[in-house]
């Protein structure tokens, strides 16, 4: 999650974790977060196998709001597939995705 989603969420009070093992797309939908002001799909930008979450956010999801592109933030960890690497190289680098968040859709 990157520091602007999480702004946008507010205070996180619940995050549904994938389960590890899962193959997953790009796009799909591997779990969910709660805030004080709405609900949210976490959907993965790459295609692979999630090898590990952050056990962490059960107990205390408010660390994405603290630490959201920190070391405490994180939700889960892919195993990239060779799709997932073609995938990663179509994915806005910060400075592109900075830009993008500053603009109205």
């Not at 976490?42 to 408010?62: F, Q, Y």
Request: some cysteine; aromatic content about 4%.
């Amino acid at each position: 999650m990157t520091e602007y989603a999480q702004k946008a969420l507010g205070d996180v009070v619940f995050v549904e974790l994938p389960d590890t093992e899962t193959e997953v797309s790009a796009g799909d939908s591997i779990g969910a977060v709660e805030s004080v002001k709405s609900a949210s799909d976490i959907m993965t930008p790459i295609s692979g196998t999630i090898v590990e979450r952050n056990e962490a956010l059960d107990k205390k999801p408010g660390l994405i709001n603290q630490s959201a592109e920190g070391p405490d933030g994180w939700i889960a960890k892919l195993e990239v597939t060779e799709d997932g690497m073609a995938e990663l190289e179509e994915l806005m680098d910060e400075e592109a995705y900075k830009d993008f968040c500053t603009k109205d859709h």
